[in-house]
């Protein structure tokens, strides 16, 4: 199992039995929430790929309907029979979009994307419980976890146990004092439970979001290059990968 970073932010490609799998791929110039950019959105500072990227990928999996989640421009460049797992708003979405093959997920649910490749939904923690998901994937010998928001370590964390990769955020966001996404020292706690064995961090700046809501209602804290130094001395290796770099998750020969 591989996982490549597309781009500075939080699109995904996965690499398991010689499959391509791409997680929430937004590799346009720009996004925004309705009504526009004035209440939020953001512009890239740094060059992705473009959508073409995932043109030939074999599956696609959408953890949310969120612009920077599930982008239809992005999307369009897919054939419209490839198979998308998706959190359930993301999949009418994407039924809407055309696609023919569309696997609505919601947490505990389990789903074979290919012979001998397997993904578990996991229910994320408040506020995200029923309008996203995080999951597990399992291929190659290899098991990596995914949550882009929250993780409910009380509820669901044994679903994020014994993990050769575990990507999450670790700098957070409030909404006028909602915790929207962890605290880093959260999810430092978070590590210290579960110990993977490698730690990629994902929803990186989440501060370059520009409009009303990004500058008067939202509040952020910690970077990357911080949680990275306050992982020295943890029993999980913390992976700074940044966009068009490959990690190797784990090959079957070590195991």
């Known amino acids: 199992m591989r996982l490549h970073r597309l781009d500075d932010y939080q699109s995904w490609l996965f690499e398991v039995q010689g499959r391509r799998i ?3 791929p ?6 925004r929430l309705p009504p526009g950019h004035w209440l939020f959105g953001r512009r890239r500072e740094a060059p992705s790929p473009g959508p073409e990227a995932i043109a030939s990928v ?6 949310g ?3 920077d989640h599930c982008d239809p421009d992005t999307l369009s460049v897919l054939p419209r029979t490839v198979p998308i797992f998706a959190q359930g708003i993301a999949a009418k979405r994407a039924a809407k979009l055309g696609f023919t093959r569309v696997t609505a997920m919601r947490g505990g649910d389990e789903a074979s994307l290919f012979p001998g490749t397997k993904l578990h939904a996991v229910q994320p923690g408040f506020p995200y419980r029923h309008n996203s998901i995080g999951f597990v994937l399992e291929g190659d010998g290899a098991r990596a976890g995914f ?3 929250v993780i409910d370590l009380k509820r669901h964390g044994p679903r994020f146990e014994g993990l050769d990769l575990l990507v999450v955020p670790v700098q957070g966001v409030w909404l006028m004092g909602v915790p929207f996404v962890m605290a880093p020292e959260r999810v430092r706690d978070i590590l210290d439970v ?3 064995k490698q730690v990629v961090a994902t929803g990186n700046d989440p501060d370059k979001g520009h409009g009303v809501l990004s500058s008067v209602m939202l509040f952020y804290r910690g970077s ?15 992976v700074d990968l940044v966009a068009g770099q490959t990690l190797e998750v784990s090959a ?3 195991r």
């Open 147 to 149: 949550e882009t928001h």
């Open 224 to 238: 990357v290059g911080g949680f990275g130094a306050s992982m020295a001395g943890s029993a999980s290796r913390f």
């Open 252 to 254: 079957p020969s070590t």
């Open 58 to 63: 074999d599956a696609v999996v959408l953890t």
């Open 26 to 31: 937004w590799l346009t110039a720009s996004h």
């Open 22 to 24: 791409a997680v929430d």
């Open 65 to 67: 309907p969120f612009a």
């Open 194 to 196: 579960l110990k993977p």
